[in-house]
């Protein structure tokens, strides 16, 4: 693999946690059999973007907290990047520490917790492990440790129709922030662009005494988004950092199939990717070009048959589309036979195209036009 340098700054001391667990049940059947981190983007997999990240930074101390469907992931992480990181990655599977399992993303820290002390760190970086993008968190922790804060949160701005999707806050001129709300239904936008809001990134910087104070109580306090930050804006002690306070930063929460989609077609040339891809360069082949001239994604072993037309659409992995079917230019009929979301995207898998075939000669049939019998 070969990855882009980021500029040479001290080797970040923090201990490093990704949370991988997510099954992502907006990406629907995509993710039934996969784990959202795992799922193929551009070329490899959909946590090599924060994981390169993390190597890139120079992080050393890196646990990874597996929960849904991780075996795929598990094996992806060990061969592609355990080597890439002086100290190799811990895995630690919510399923194996629990009967069952991390409660939330704060409560994954929680079980956790003896390993990251043992480590003598002061800080913990929280990743999510499913989010598009490039960023050095070694200017993050500096910023996190000059201002005193005991929670540092990156931020960027999102539209305000999108916000309501993520946690939107709002920060005094000094950073500290004044508001979190965890998804709102109508979200606050940024006091100069009515048309935008300021969202988390999902990338924390926390103090490590800190943080085990509010964990020590059990019941509560497992969710980052919905009781960590709260209580750290309630006591005063959090303050952002906004990555691209001077604009241009990419990054993208692929949590839906829309989003998912139209992301994947930002990488389809990887000469022009809005970042650069943490895995191999993967030339796409013709039948992925010509997909996503119609703002459609291949994913591993798709394939489109002859005269086939296909727009805004995602073909699951292993799914052969049909000489001659044609797609997203009917919702109707494209709503009978798969999943079309209010985006106007179609996730296209083996399982419905088997239906398709199945099905759609019997209801032809059924729809022709009565004819009498001929008399003798």
């Known amino acids: 693999m070969h990855f882009p340098s980021f500029p040479s700054l001290p080797a970040a001391d923090a201990f490093c946690i990704l949370l991988a667990g997510g099954q992502g049940t907006r990406l629907h059947e995509l993710t039934s059999t996969e784990c959202k981190p795992a799922m193929p983007f551009a070329g490899g997999k959909l946590v090599d973007f924060t994981i390169a990240n993390a190597m890139r930074s120079g992080l050393s101390q890196l646990l990874v907290a597996t929960q849904y469907l991780p075996a795929s992931l598990t094996r992806h992480l060990e061969t592609e990047w355990r080597h890439q990181f002086p100290s190799g990655i811990e895995i630690r599977d919510g399923y194996r520490l629990r009967s069952n399992g991390y409660r939330g993303t704060a409560d994954a820290v929680r079980a956790n917790l003896a390993e990251i002390a043992a480590s003598g760190a002061e800080e913990i970086l929280v990743l999510s492990a499913d989010h598009v993008y490039q960023m050095d968190y070694r200017a993050m922790l500096e910023s996190h440790r000059a201002s005193g804060a005991k929670v540092t949160v990156a931020v960027t701005r999102a539209p305000l129709a999108q916000a309501s999707s993520f946690g939107v806050l709002s920060a005094d001129s000094d950073g500290v922030i004044a508001d979190f709300a965890e998804k709102p239904a109508r979200p606050h936008p940024t006091p100069d662009d009515p048309t935008h809001a300021l ?26 988004g919905q009781d960590i930050l709260p209580e750290a804006v309630r006591q005063g002690v959090a303050r952002v950092n906004q990555p691209d306070a001077g604009g241009g930063l990419y990054w993208r929460d692929v949590g839906t199939l829309d989003s998912y989609r139209l992301a994947q077609l930002d990488f389809v040339d990887p000469v022009r990717a ?68 209010r985006g106007g995207t179609a996730l296209v898998t083996a399982a419905m195209l088997d239906r398709y075939r199945e099905e759609r000669p019997r209801l032809h049939l059924i729809t022709l036009p009565f004819l009498p019998a001929r008399s003798s």
């Open 199 to 224: 969202i988390s990134m999902g990338v924390y910087v926390l103090d490590r005494r800190w943080l085990s104070e509010m964990l020590a109580f059990e019941d509560g306090m497992d969710d980052f």
């Open 274 to 341: 809005p970042v650069p891809l943490p895995a191999a360069t993967v030339k796409p082949s013709r039948q992925m070009q010509l997909a996503a001239e119609r703002g459609s994604v291949l994913l591993p072993g798709a394939r489109l048959g002859y005269r086939t037309r296909v727009e805004r659409a995602i073909i699951a992995p292993g799914a052969i589309v049909p000489d001659g079917l044609v797609i997203g230019e009917d919702p109707e009929d494209d709503q009978r036979w798969f999943r079309v979301t």
